[in-house]
């Protein structure tokens, strides 16, 4: 069986599929421009890829592919109709890089509190000024509401419970009990619910995927409806938000954002990129790196090898997010 990686892979994982007789090919400097004619030279049955885009042009290059496995949750840079209407699965590896993601909410949660970046620029720009960054309010007691308790929300949850900060969370699918191990008051995910809500809180992190309910969600109604001051974090996706929206509450409403992800981000790994919303005090950001811990991205190398595993010993692939999706559907 042929795989090929379009992206950094752990090499113990490339070893590890090569352990199950697989013919593995690493290029992970491909984009959706070479990515064609990558496919065509090596004609894979299995495609692994991090953020690498697949649109349908790609797909439909490659006779040979059986599966295209997403080294990670969020699954929205794989045009999945076009893979299903080529019967073709996609899957992906939930979970696996929940911590991480966490880990990087609660530090931008902290950068905003503490100004931490700004901090650092002026001290290494040789001015001291004690006096402006002794200004902060402190997390303990403060209001959180994590909209989306998947694995990742609920490793947000965790960690805030631990800095003495009240949560809420707007869910779909929990249990109240489930919800009481992680010491979370539960509320209803619908847009009303979640502008009543909005009001009543200091923090709002954003843990859902993008998709046809959710693209836009934080517009300048949601903005709006927050507290003035409080602080927005979005590390899920930046089809999520109204950007221009953001900037004119963060200017004008005192809100401050810290942002892992956003709208049109680049495709490439590396190069000149103009971002608005980067250049606005009061937003901190970072390169969509939420996954990008050596202990996150080992165990998405273990869920790879072992769905690849899966799918030798049974033909069928498992964490299949494509099965519902026709051609027709919007991705």
């Given at each position: 069986m042929r795989i090929l990686i379009a992206d950094k892979f752990e090499e113990q994982g490339v070893e590890a599929l090569g352990a199950?007789?697989?013919?593995?090919?690493?290029?992970?400097?491909?984009?959706?421009?070479?990515?064609?004619?990558?496919l065509d030279r090596v004609k894979p049955e299995i495609l692994v890829v991090r953020s690498t885009k697949v649109p349908a042009s790609v797909i439909e290059s490659c006779d040979t592919l059986r599966g295209i496995i997403r080294a990670g949750s969020?699954?929205?840079?794989?045009?999945?109709?076009?893979?299903?209407?080529?019967?073709v699965d996609v899957c992906n590896c939930p979970g696996m890089n929940a911590v991480a993601v966490a880990e990087l909410t609660i530090g931008h949660l902290l950068n905003l509190d503490r100004r931490l970046p700004a901090q650092d620029a002026e001290l290494k720009s040789g001015h001291w000024n004690k006096k402006e960054y002794s200004k902060a309010r402190g997390l303990k007691g403060l209001r959180m509401l994590v909209i989306g308790l998947g694995s990742i929300g609920r490793e947000v949850a965790l960690r805030a419970?631990?800095?003495?900060?009240e949560t809420i969370a707007a869910v779909r699918h929990t249990t109240p009990e489930r919800a009481g191990e992680l010491g979370v008051t539960l509320i209803e995910s619908d847009r009303d619910s979640l502008l009543k809500a909005l009001p009543t809180v200091d923090i709002v992190s954003v843990h859902v995927p993008a998709n046809d309910q959710t693209k836009g969600m934080c517009d300048s109604e949601f903005f709006s409806a927050m507290k003035p001051g409080s602080y927005f974090i979005n590390t899920s996706r930046g089809a999520l938000v109204d950007e221009p929206a953001l900037i004119e509450a963060v200017k004008n409403r005192g809100i401050r954002a810290g942002l892992d992800v956003y709208q049109n981000q680049p495709a490439f790994k590396e190069g000149d990129w103009d971002c608005e919303v980067a250049k606005v005090d009061g937003v901190v950001c970072s390169h969509h790196v939420g996954a990008s811990t050596d202990q996150a991205q080992q165990a998405v190398a273990d869920e790879v090898v072992r769905l690849v595993r899966v799918f030798q010993d049974t033909g069928r692939f498992e964490n299949v997010v494509n099965a519902g999706q026709s051609a027709t559907a919007d991705v």
């Amino acid at each position: 069986m042929r795989i090929l990686i379009a992206d950094k892979f752990e090499e113990q994982g490339v070893e590890a599929l090569g352990a199950l007789g697989c013919e593995v090919v690493v290029e992970p400097e491909l984009g959706p421009e070479t990515l064609p004619a990558a496919l065509d030279r090596v004609k894979p049955e299995i495609l692994v890829v991090r953020s690498t885009k697949v649109p349908a042009s790609v797909i439909e290059s490659c006779d040979t592919l059986r599966g295209i496995i997403r080294a990670g949750s969020g699954y929205d840079n794989i045009d999945g109709p076009a893979a299903r209407a080529r019967g073709v699965d996609v899957c992906n590896c939930p979970g696996m890089n929940a911590v991480a993601v966490a880990e990087l909410t609660i530090g931008h949660l902290l950068n905003l509190d503490r100004r931490l970046p700004a901090q650092d620029a002026e001290l290494k720009s040789g001015h001291w000024n004690k006096k402006e960054y002794s200004k902060a309010r402190g997390l303990k007691g403060l209001r959180m509401l994590v909209i989306g308790l998947g694995s990742i929300g609920r490793e947000v949850a965790l960690r805030a419970r631990a800095f003495g900060i009240e949560t809420i969370a707007a869910v779909r699918h929990t249990t109240p009990e489930r919800a009481g191990e992680l010491g979370v008051t539960l509320i209803e995910s619908d847009r009303d619910s979640l502008l009543k809500a909005l009001p009543t809180v200091d923090i709002v992190s954003v843990h859902v995927p993008a998709n046809d309910q959710t693209k836009g969600m934080c517009d300048s109604e949601f903005f709006s409806a927050m507290k003035p001051g409080s602080y927005f974090i979005n590390t899920s996706r930046g089809a999520l938000v109204d950007e221009p929206a953001l900037i004119e509450a963060v200017k004008n409403r005192g809100i401050r954002a810290g942002l892992d992800v956003y709208q049109n981000q680049p495709a490439f790994k590396e190069g000149d990129w103009d971002c608005e919303v980067a250049k606005v005090d009061g937003v901190v950001c970072s390169h969509h790196v939420g996954a990008s811990t050596d202990q996150a991205q080992q165990a998405v190398a273990d869920e790879v090898v072992r769905l690849v595993r899966v799918f030798q010993d049974t033909g069928r692939f498992e964490n299949v997010v494509n099965a519902g999706q026709s051609a027709t559907a919007d991705v």
